[in-house]
């Protein structure tokens, strides 16, 4: 930084980024603007940015912190590899700040920069800068999130095909309406890549089922499966014009090779996110809750990261996972909601955790029950719950604890559920972690 009678003056930088260039701007604590650059995005450019920052006091000791609208790319990672503090302001807060400076409401990539910079001269203690997550935790997060990705791209894919099955091939739909994962299994696509019209299945023996399921991985009841789903195939069922099937059955295998594209990555990603979070120093902690397993333990880490530092309280994870309720109050009026703005993906992962923990811990099903008597429709129940894990995991993460069901929920009497209820919850639980259970923006 630069000094004035041997004091530090501190230097803010905003980057103002886009595809192929940048602008940067640096202000002092007057709100001087001490240069402006435009740099590429490439090496060269970023040796030009670091150049830039050393010329006006940037050292090891003293770091200028730096302003961006954005969390992710090569820049943003190559500031974060230096050590400094790097802010991700909402474009939408930029926004509001610009109209401070000017109300023609003029703009430009070089006034962004200097309007981003002036954000963390005047108010930086309102805004959190990037966690310094470990690498290992920041490739579980791509890992993760990429998974969570495939999984609704899977359910986009089987919800087109099965609504365009719907038109002219109800036979494939009733051999699999009852079977886990229905036309996404294993067993209906394998049939369905072979016959994808009624007509072709129509001609399908019982010893060419047997094949197809042998094919699809199926290992024992074969024959039995084989004549139910021959026996379904053969019923009376409505059918399109022959010409018209046709063409709907070019459809479907188009369809088809979407879905299994969308399948094998959901597939091969959950493998490469398992395997990545097991290897992770907190995967024995977050493990070891009820409900939570490598997978859906890998989409919590993936969120909350591993930086302690990052929130400071329990209450501040509970926000940003949006279980805690927010309090709008005004003169008489006091009204306390469900938080809207919130991590949609820990949210989404939060709902299966709290589902899954039903069967899994008699205090989790005890304090949902009592949610649910008290008035709370499912969706606040199992929020509540979630709220409630997520204060016990920030504890535990804070001193290395694993979690305890008797600490937990302390003097609770057992709960137990119907073994029919609980198998009812344990499968919508398993169909749930397919499901689109929260909006995709972060």
């Known amino acids: 930084m630069m000094e004035i009678a041997g004091l530090p003056v501190p230097v803010f930088c905003g980057v103002d980024w886009a595809e192929d260039h940048h602008d940067v701007a640096l202000v002092d604590a007057g709100g001087t603007r001490l240069a402006k650059l435009r740099i590429s995005d490439d090496a060269a450019g970023f040796a030009q940015l670091t150049a830039l920052l050393t010329e006006h006091g940037d050292s090891k000791d003293h770091k200028i912190p730096v302003a961006i609208e954005t969390s992710r790319g090569l820049l943003v990672a190559c500031l974060r590899a230096t050590g400094r503090p790097v802010f991700a302001i909402n474009p939408l807060a930029v926004a509001r700040y610009r109209d401070r400076h000017s109300v023609a409401r003029k703009k430009s990539d070089a006034i962004d920069a200097a309007v981003l910079a002036n954000i963390l001269r005047t108010d930086m203690a309102a805004h959190r800068p990037l966690p310094k997550d470990s690498e290992l935790a920041q490739a579980i997060a791509v890992l993760a999130r990429a998974q969570q990705d495939a999984v609704w791209d899977r359910v986009q894919a089987h919800n087109k ?201 008699s205090g989790a099903r005890a304090h949902y029950d009592r949610r649910k008597e008290a008035g709370d429709r499912h969706v606040a129940a199992q929020r509540n719950l979630f709220n409630r894990f997520m204060g016990m995991l920030f504890h535990c993460l804070q001193h290395g604890e694993h979690y305890d069901e008797e600490t937990a929920f302390p003097n609770q009497p057992a709960a137990q559920l119907p073994a029919e209820a609980a198998r009812r919850v344990a499968r919508v639980g398993c169909l749930s972690t397919g499901a689109r259970s929260g909006r995709r923006s972060t």
């Open 161 to 361: 095909l099965r609504s365009q099955l719907r038109e002219f091939y109800p036979a494939i739909l009733a051999a699999f309406a009852d079977k886990r994962g229905g036309i996404c299994s294993p067993e209906a696509r394998t049939i369905l890549a072979k016959a994808p019209t009624p007509a072709a299945a129509a001609r399908l023996t019982r010893r060419r089922l047997q094949s197809l399921l042998r094919q699809a991985g199926r290992l024992r009841g074969i024959e039995a499966e084989a004549d139910r789903i021959h026996e379904v195939l053969h019923r009376e069922y409505l059918h399109q014009p022959p010409q018209v099937e046709a063409a709907f059955g070019q459809q479907a295998t188009a369809l088809l090779r979407q879905l299994e594209a969308a399948c094998t990555n959901a597939d091969q990603l959950e493998a490469a996110t398992r395997e990545s979070f097991d290897q992770h120093p907190d995967a024995s902690i977050i493990s070891s809750f009820p409900g939570l397993g490598s997978l859906t333990g890998a989409r919590v880490l993936a969120e909350i990261g591993d930086d302690r530092a990052r929130f400071t309280t329990a209450g501040s994870m509970k926000a940003y996972a949006g279980s805690a309720p927010v309090t709008r109050a005004s003169g008489k009026s006091c009204t306390v909601m469900a938080r809207r703005v919130k991590n949609q993906r820990l949210a989404a992962a939060g709902y299966v955790w709290a589902f899954a923990s039903l069967t899994a811990s």
